[in-house]
């Protein structure tokens, strides 16, 4: 047995717009600028790296003078570490 609910149009509308909104939100996360440098890192280095070998790296790219150097690194058990770095990769969900 089927039932319908007789909705306003309008109602019905804001219904469905609110949904495409709520799955666009959870579809498109923002990015700050120093965690899209952070991916485009990964991606250059091919997708996956492990973390010792990024923080590495990443230590290198910001010492670049046109880097802007996004991160601040101190020293660490295997070098130097950026823990915003390592919290904006864990919160990517990348590599």
């Known amino acids: 047995m089927k039932t319908t609910l007789d909705l ?15 799955r666009r939100q959870r579809a498109t996360p923002v990015f700050f600028q120093r965690q899209r440098r952070l991916l485009a890192l ?8 492990g973390n010792l070998d990024f923080q590495k790296l990443l230590f290198l790219y910001c010492q670049e003078p046109d880097s802007g150097s996004p991160y601040e690194f101190v020293p660490y058990k295997f070098g130097a ?13 990348v590599g």
Do not use: M, Q, W
């Open 42 to 49: 990964l991606d250059a280095l091919g997708g996956s790296v």
């Open 81 to 93: 570490f950026s823990f915003t770095s390592y919290a904006d990769r864990r919160n990517a969900h």
């Open 8 to 22: 306003p149009e309008d109602l019905v509308c804001e219904i469905k717009l609110t949904a495409v909104r709520e």
